[in-house]
T-cell receptor, first 112, second 116 residues
Framework: KNQVEQSPQSLIILEGKNCTLQCNYTVSPFSNLRWYKQDTGRGPVSLTIMTFSENTKSNGRYTATLDADTKQSSLHITASQLSDSASYICVVRRSNDYKLSFGAGTTVTVRA | DTGVSQNPRHKITKRGQNVTFRCDPISEHNRLYWYRQTLGQGPEFLTYFQNEAQLEKSRLLSDRFSAERPKGSFSTLEIQRTEQGDSAMYLC??????????????FGPGTRLTVL
């Protein structure tokens, strides 16, 4: 069973609207959690990183939250733009380990 | 561009042929990783190098796959006798040594392999 589960699998939103993506993980012991944006045919690019003590982190119109007690994270996209169309991948790192646990991603499609 | 680069970006080959991909990491990064990503899935770890030493290989890396990093800089991933199931995006990433939790793996653009 994957240690990082994301939902929804995909979503379609209208330009200018907001959306929230979910990530639940079981990775332990926890080091940090990143959200990556992956454009079609490109490699993933980091949007935010949060460690155990951080509950929220923003990067422009992207805001990530982390609840380390419930092992849940969310990524909120505000005032979506067409360029936000991509796959968003939740990635969790275990302490003292280089390995990353990847979610399957949420594919976001923003329509005009 | 000083990011991770990969070549070729796309490769179409016939079943049974050998293919080789190249990854050039960020220059000061001594750690290099190979991943495979299939459609609709997150990347899956294949192997990892620290300098020229290959320190771990996933069970996904069958004996048809071999990776090298001869001088601790660029790396190559070779797939022999390709099968249709090898069709995927092959991603390379690099990072600084394990240390602060913020040490990020920076990904290249990937090589898309299609086996006909």
């Amino acid at each position: 069973k994957n240690q990082v589960e994301q939902s929804p699998q995909s979503l379609i939103i209208l330009e200018g609207k907001n959306c929230t993506l979910q990530c639940n993980y079981t990775v332990s012991p926890f080091s940090n959690l990143r959200w990556y944006k992956q454009d079609t045919g490109r490699g993933p690019v980091s949007l935010t990183i949060m460690t155990f003590s951080e509950n929220t982190k923003s990067n422009g119109r992207y805001t990530a939250t982390l609840d380390a007690d419930t092992k849940q994270s969310s990524l909120h996209i505000t005032a979506s733009q067409l360029s936000d169309s991509a796959s968003y991948i939740c990635v969790v790192r275990r302490s003292n380990d280089y390995k990353l646990s990847f979610g399957a991603g949420t594919t976001v499609t923003v329509r005009a | 561009d000083t990011g991770v680069s990969q070549n070729p970006r796309h490769k179409i080959t016939k079943r049974g042929q050998n293919v080789t991909f190249r990854c050039d990491p960020i220059s000061e990064h001594n750690r290099l990783y190979w991943y495979r990503q299939t459609l609709g899935q997150g990347p899956e770890f294949l192997t990892y190098f620290q300098n020229e030493a290959q320190l771990e290989k996933s069970r996904l890396l069958s004996d048809r796959f071999s990776a090298e990093r001869p001088k601790g800089s660029f790396s190559t991933l070779e797939i022999q006798r390709t099968e249709q199931g090898d069709s995927a995006m092959y991603l390379c990433a690099s990072s600084l040594p394990l240390g602060p939790s913020y040490n990020e793996q920076f990904f290249g653009p990937g090589t898309r392999l299609t086996v006909l």
